[in-house]
């Protein structure tokens, strides 16, 4: 599957003791750079969430973000009265020394009573809470993947179709350049003959000018012979298409290979590019100056589109 790395996905937990909220961000990157953002409370989570993450993602840029919120007690709150009696005998006994020692206000009272129920803070409880909500977050965060890789495919693959067409083209034109440039050659020997000596037609017999002309022709279509390049362009076009439909190397399905799919394309971008390259170095006429330069554009469009797949 062709996922892209630039997706957003979130999620919320809750129980008696409150919520959690988890966050993933993901842009590209070459490698697998996590950067977290975890309130104190909750760092006990973090091993469990970078595992839930390392365990679906293998390259990208992840920004974690966890907020957290306990369930407000301040309205439920009831004041003990032995926890009462104990503070009134505390201020009596500071009174003795500090006659002018203020008692507690209610908020007060309360608000220590509030601290009271948050010192059961239970890291099982939280952690269990963040453990959901990554795997919630970690699920709406692979289909956004998923979709957006899907999209890019799409691109890829009109490109991939494009460059199908232009190699067709060059192919099917080949013989005619071949043709082309015998006769260019043929009317250039004659030219240059005559020019030289009138009747030189006369001391060259025609078994002998067709040998000179075929060997020219010979050497030239050495030369100008583009047919290994446009086969190794659609070898790596059927790879393509493989790739952008499964995600996989073709003979290769072992799960060291699933996720890797936009390293494998970047490869076969500089072998199709390395082909282009060739195929202009050799061109032999406008028109195939003109496709090696489309087919390194398309390339070129095709390999910024694979930088955002993981």
């Known amino acids: 599957m062709i996922r892209s790395m630039t997706a957003f996905g979130n999620a919320r937990a809750e129980s008696a003791q409150g919520s959690v909220t988890v966050e993933f961000r993901t842009v590209n990157s070459r490698f697998l750079d996590i950067n ?26 992840v920004e974690i973000r966890v907020n957290y919120a306990r369930t407000e007690t301040r309205a439920m709150a009831s004041l003990d009265p032995d926890y009462l009696s104990m503070l009134a005998a505390q201020l009596q006994t500071a009174r003795r020394v500090i006659p002018d ?3 507690p206000r209610l908020s007060e009272l309360l608000n220590a009573s509030s601290s009271a129920e948050n010192a059961s803070f239970d890291p099982e409880i939280w952690t269990a809470m963040c453990a ?12 956004a993947r998923e979709r957006e890789g899907q999209r890019l495919a799409a691109i890829m ?45 006369a001391l060259i017999s025609g078994p002998e000018l067709s040998a000179r002309i075929a060997q020219e022709s010979s050497l030239y279509s050495l030369r100008i012979d583009v047919a290994e390049e446009l086969s190794r362009l659609r070898s790596h076009i059927a790879e393509l298409q493989h790739l952008l ?44 100056t003109r496709a090696a330069i ?6 070129e469009q095709m390999r910024e589109q694979a930088q955002n797949i993981e």
């Open 132 to 143: 959901e909500a990554t795997t919630q977050a970690l699920a709406e965060l692979q289909a």
């Open 101 to 103: 020692v203020p008692a």
């Open 157 to 201: 693959s009109e490109c991939a179709v494009a460059v199908s067409t232009i190699v067709d083209d060059v192919e099917v034109q080949l013989p005619a350049l071949l043709v082309e440039h015998q006769d260019k050659l043929s009317n250039k020997l004659r030219d240059t003959l005559a020019a030289v000596s009138p009747d030189g037609f």
């Open 294 to 299: 489309d087919l390194k554009l398309l390339i």
């Open 245 to 288: 439909s499964t995600g996989e190397t073709m003979g290769r399905k072992d799960k060291k290979n699933i996720g890797s799919a936009g390293k494998r394309l970047d490869f076969l971008f500089q072998e199709m590019n390395r082909e282009a390259n060739t195929l202009g170095s050799k061109a032999s006429a406008l028109s195939v």
């Open 36 to 61: 977290f953002r975890l309130p104190e409370d909750l760092r006990m989570a973090e091993n469990i969430i970078r595992e839930k993450l390392g365990a679906v993602v293998t390259r990208g840029k």
